[in-house]
């Protein structure tokens, strides 16, 4: 069973940047695909970001550019960097990890776990 536990969300201005976290805990991440799921309340949720665990790297088109997915194996921890933020990124973000191959992570939206959740602001 994995934990995942996201930080870093908060307020912030049209243009700004903020970086999200997301610590995992209870396996390690060796053929997990991992990302970052945003919904806003009424509407469907995004996949936003992906990264393999090859460290392959996968971005919706509406942040394709201004967001960043990285991970860091040691720490357990995986990362959105956000910039050039936009009010539409305003949403809660949502950390995701299943056990899988790189192709379903990208095209299917069913994640085994997922985090509590951080909300971003962008006003």
């Known amino acids: 069973h994995v934990q995942l536990v996201e930080s870093g969300g908060g307020s912030v201005q049209t243009g700004g940047s903020l970086k999200l976290s997301c610590l995992a805990s209870?396996?390690?991440?060796?053929?997990?695909?991992m990302g970052w799921f945003r919904q806003v309340p009424g509407k469907q949720r995004e996949k936003v970001a992906l990264i393999g665990s090859d460290r392959a790297t996968h971005y919706s088109q509406s942040v394709k550019g201004r967001f960043t997915i990285s991970k860091d194996s040691a720490k357990n921890t995986l990362y959105l960097q956000l910039n050039s933020l936009k009010t539409e990124d305003t949403a809660m973000y949502y950390c995701v990890s299943k056990r899988g191959m790189w192709g379903a992570c990208v095209l299917e939206d069913t994640f085994d776990y997922w985090g509590q959740g951080t909300q971003v602001t962008v006003s």
């Open positions: 209870g396996d390690d991440d060796s053929g997990y695909c």
